[in-house]
């Protein structure tokens, strides 16, 4: 399986396995062809992201442009922008929800 193709920064990511399973993230950095750092911003701040094995990340198709610009420009992000981007991602699968359910 090559998630690392598809993986990029600032992309959303559902945890898989681990005690934040079921929960979601950002990829704040990619460590190497096995590892990727995650943040939500909210329980997982940038300065304490958690370091994950890529098999137990499923991608989504959700990449914040916000969060990826920032961590290009200074190689930092706030806390505030992965919230935006976690709680803007969570909407747009709700409403894609709503409109299937019609």
Do not use: C, W
């Not at 992309?11 to 396995?17: A, D, G, M, S, T």
């Not at 190497?32 to 300065?47: E, L, P, V, W």
């Amino acid at each position: 399986m090559s998630n690392q193709s598809t993986l990029q920064i600032g992309q959303i990511v559902k945890i898989l396995k681990g005690k934040d399973a079921g929960q979601v993230a950002v990829v704040v950095s990619i460590d190497d062809s096995r590892f990727a750092y995650i943040a939500d911003g909210n329980k997982r701040k940038f300065d304490q992201r958690k370091k994950k094995n890529l098999l137990h990340l499923e991608p989504q198709s959700f990449i914040s442009s916000e969060v990826a610009n920032s961590l290009n420009e200074s190689g930092r992000v706030t806390n505030g922008k992965l919230r935006f981007a976690v709680m803007k991602f969570v909407q747009s699968t709700e409403s894609h929800a709503e409109e299937k359910g019609d």
